[in-house]
């Protein structure tokens, strides 16, 4: 399976990345999923923003980068003069302090953000598989070594997650449903949020919705 990078990556991107996972599998035969790390950068996508459910509704987070030319996805830096990080950390205190599980996983996933990483993609990366390793998921992440041209390589998702197009994964794997949320009774159940929503809110049982 081929993906694009993404921060705190939506749900869909969490359930490809649980479709052929078999819990019990052997270390080194998970299956392989693959980052793309040869493109070039593409603005205003998942790669620097996600979306959580907060008390005013949608709300969207964004990693600042260091502006430049056109470049590949690998040499983009992230932009750190800016207090994003807290401004994150306080957004997601305020969508999430009253969700079951935000007190269990909150201060490991803001220590990735603290470590700093210098390249965007290493962010990302990093942020993935700290959430997969929350979620009970194993696969194995590599990154390619070489750009194919969309829809060149099989099992290629690189285009079919985007914050300005709907998509039909959770309807294609059969997992298109609600599952609790703090705010539903004053919105009403909420798609497309990231993966971090679906884990505050449900915890342990988040693989089960990713799985079911």
């Known amino acids: 399976m081929l993906l694009a990078s993404a921060y705190c990556p939506p749900v869909e991107y969490f359930a490809l990345l649980a479709r052929d996972f078999v819990p019990g599998t052997p270390a080194g035969d998970t299956p392989i999923i693959y980052i793309e790390a040869c493109e070039t950068y593409q603005k205003q996508s998942w790669r620097t923003r996600c979306r959580i459910l907060g008390p005013n509704g949608v709300e969207m987070l964004q990693v600042p980068i260091v502006h430049g030319p056109d470049r590949l996805i690998s040499e983009i830096r992230v932009d750190y003069s800016t207090p994003w990080i807290v401004r994150t950390e306080r957004a997601l205190d305020a969508a999430y302090s009253s969700s079951p599980f935000y007190a269990y996983y909150r201060d490991e996933i803001l220590s990735v953000l603290e470590v700093k990483p210098d390249r965007l993609l290493e962010l990302n990366i990093a942020l993935t ?30 285009e079919t997650l985007h914050p300005k197009r709907p998509n039909t ?5 059969g997992l298109d449903r609600p599952y609790y949320q703090v705010f539903a009774q004053k919105f009403g159940f909420t798609p497309g949020l ?10 342990p049982a988040a693989l089960t919705f990713l799985k079911r």
């Open 129 to 158: 598989q700290h959430l997969l390793d929350r979620l009970g998921i194993a696969v194995q992440l590599l990154q390619t070594k070489d750009f194919a041209l969309p829809g060149s390589a099989p099992d290629d998702y690189r």
């Open 169 to 173: 994964v959770l309807q294609e794997l």
């Open 194 to 203: 990231s993966v971090l929503d679906l884990l505050f809110n449900e915890g």
